[in-house]
């Protein structure tokens, strides 16, 4: 909810000094140390209040600016495409083209072909990544799609990035794309939240900007648009959004997640609703995989061998994932601390509790490394038949 604020190194030394802890004084006094120059009382009150102007400081007026952002999304029919224009094209044909592009050999998984329908998978996983690092493992997830009839209704789990204090938060609203409006089933969500004892709408605004939902739906309508190019007739569909807050609590008390009430409620409640459906229904987990490098706090640069290391950890990891085997999915994390900061922990855990009698298929594991950050990223697709 902040603007976006370039700083110097300076600057961000005392940022980096702004833990509730330290007076105005310990600033001055540690900056002093650091440069061997004084910082004045006047530069300091320049600083602090660019910094609120901006928004970066939790204050009155940050808050009042926090209301009317959240009060002004609760109010929208429709969530807006929040990185068209900037992940992926915001024209329709531009981004078709686009999205066919991350099809092709030979990183992509080739076109859809026609005459070939399989069955509508259980479950797929793809990517949250951006487009330009992970668009063709995208594809390998949504080509299985875009070569069956689809489903009736898509439930999404994706990463909530800005955390949340209820580990489940849903909306009502419709998503707008570039290929058009995606339906949410709003009875099928007011019926889970009346099934649920949690308050699924307490934080309905971590909707407004989160992507890894929204890159979902727009692979989504592009899979269906495939389909009816193929074979000449559109199969509608809605969508169930649900972003899944940090389950990272739980790996530091070695407990199991479903043990904390909330997480195991939801879970039964969304399970016994899918299991009534008597429409086709596909879950679509929207996650990346270990997030590693000085960018995310480690204080080694990336090496060939410490990513051989971590596509072995992951690996291990996705194995327990298309087995369905959630507390060896949990251990393999759990094991180490999450030291590979597994970003679709949450989603992925939900998923291997809503799924049943199905074996996984893992179709494309990739790695992003950013040499600019020393970091790296990496994602899978995997699909349930």
Same mark, same amino acid.
């Given at each position: 909810?902040?603007?976006?604020?370039?700083?110097?190194?300076?600057?961000?030394?005392?940022?980096?000094?702004?833990?509730?802890?330290?007076?105005?004084?310990?600033?001055?006094?540690?900056?002093?140390?650091?440069?061997?120059?004084?910082?004045?009382?006047?530069?300091?009150?320049?600083?602090?209040?660019?910094?609120?102007?901006h928004y970066f400081l939790y204050s009155e007026r940050f808050e009042e600016?926090?209301? /009317?952002?959240?009060?002004?999304?609760?109010?929208?029919?429709?969530?807006?495409?929040?990185?068209?224009?900037?992940?992926?094209?915001?024209?329709?044909? *531009?981004?078709?083209?686009?999205?066919?592009?991350?099809?092709?050999?030979?990183?992509?998984?080739?076109?859809?072909?026609? *005459?070939?329908?399989?069955?509508?998978?259980?479950?797929?996983?793809?990517?949250?990544?951006?487009?330009?690092?992970?668009?063709?493992?995208?594809?390998?997830?949504?080509?299985?799609?875009?070569?069956?009839?689809?489903?009736?209704?898509?439930?999404?789990?994706?990463?909530?990035?800005?955390?949340?204090?209820?580990?489940?938060?849903?909306?009502?609203?419709?998503?707008?794309?570039?290929? *058009?409006?995606?339906?949410?089933?709003?009875?099928?969500?007011?019926?889970?939240? /009346?099934?649920?004892?949690?308050?699924?709408?307490?934080?309905?605004?971590?909707?407004?900007?989160?992507?890894?939902?929204?890159?979902?739906?727009?692979?989504?309508?592009?899979?269906?648009?495939?389909?009816?190019?193929?074979?000449?007739?559109?199969?509608?569909?809605?969508?169930?959004?649900?972003?899944?807050?940090?389950?990272?609590?739980?790996?530091?008390?070695?407990?199991?997640?479903?043990?904390?009430?909330?997480?195991?409620?939801?879970?039964?409640?969304?399970?016994?609703?899918?299991?009534?459906?008597?429409?086709?229904?596909?879950?679509?987990?929207?996650?990346?995989?270990?997030?590693?490098?000085?960018?995310?706090?480690?204080?080694?640069?990336?090496?060939?061998?410490?990513?051989?290391?971590?596509?072995?950890?992951?690996?291990?990891?996705?194995?327990?994932?298309?087995?369905?085997?959630?507390?060896?999915?949990?251990?393999?994390?759990?094991?180490?601390?999450?030291?590979?900061?597994?970003?679709?922990?949450?989603?992925?855990?939900?998923?291997?509790?809503?799924?049943?009698?199905?074996?996984?298929?893992?179709?494309?594991?990739?790695?992003?490394?950013?040499?600019?950050?020393?970091?790296?990223?990496?994602?899978?697709?995997?699909?349930?038949?």
């Amino acid at each position: 909810m902040a603007n976006t604020l370039v700083i110097s190194p300076a600057v961000y030394f005392i940022l980096s000094h702004f833990d509730g802890k330290r007076s105005l004084i310990d600033v001055q006094e540690a900056y002093c140390r650091q440069f061997g120059e004084l910082l004045l009382g006047d530069e300091l009150k320049k600083i602090i209040d660019l910094l609120d102007h901006h928004y970066f400081l939790y204050s009155e007026r940050f808050e009042e600016h926090q209301r /009317k952002i959240i009060e002004e999304f609760r109010r929208m029919p429709t969530r807006p495409p929040a990185h068209a224009g900037t992940v992926y094209k915001e024209d329709p044909q *531009g981004l078709r083209e686009q999205l066919e592009a991350y099809f092709q050999p030979p990183n992509g998984p080739g076109e859809p072909r026609q *005459g070939h329908a399989s069955p509508t998978p259980k479950a797929i996983v793809a990517p949250h990544i951006d487009f330009h690092r992970g668009g063709p493992s995208y594809a390998w997830a949504y080509k299985v799609l875009a070569e069956s009839p689809g489903a009736d209704l898509y439930i999404l789990l994706g990463t909530s990035h800005c955390g949340g204090e209820n580990p489940f938060t849903a909306t009502l609203k419709d998503f707008a794309t570039p290929l *058009g409006a995606v339906e949410t089933d709003k009875e099928f969500v007011r019926q889970l939240e /009346k099934n649920y004892k949690g308050d699924l709408f307490a934080e309905e605004y971590l909707h407004r900007t989160e992507h890894s939902l929204e890159f979902q739906v727009v692979y989504l309508q592009y899979a269906a648009s495939l389909w009816a190019e193929l074979t000449g007739s559109r199969r509608p569909f809605k969508i169930v959004p649900i972003l899944v807050s940090s389950f990272h609590p739980m790996v530091q008390s070695h407990t199991l997640p479903e043990k904390d009430a909330r997480i195991g409620d939801f879970l039964g409640a969304l399970r016994t609703l899918a299991e009534k459906e008597t429409r086709r229904v596909c879950f679509i987990a929207g996650v990346d995989l270990a997030h590693v490098g000085m960018q995310f706090g480690d204080p080694e640069p990336i090496t060939p061998d410490f990513l051989r290391w971590v596509e072995e950890e992951d690996q291990r990891l996705i194995a327990k994932l298309v087995s369905l085997d959630a507390p060896g999915f949990f251990h393999e994390i759990a094991k180490d601390q999450d030291r590979r900061r597994i970003c679709g922990f949450s989603p992925l855990y939900s998923l291997i509790h809503l799924l049943d009698g199905t074996q996984g298929r893992n179709l494309k594991y990739g790695q992003a490394f950013t040499r600019e950050t020393g970091s790296a990223v990496t994602f899978t697709s995997v699909v349930f038949d």
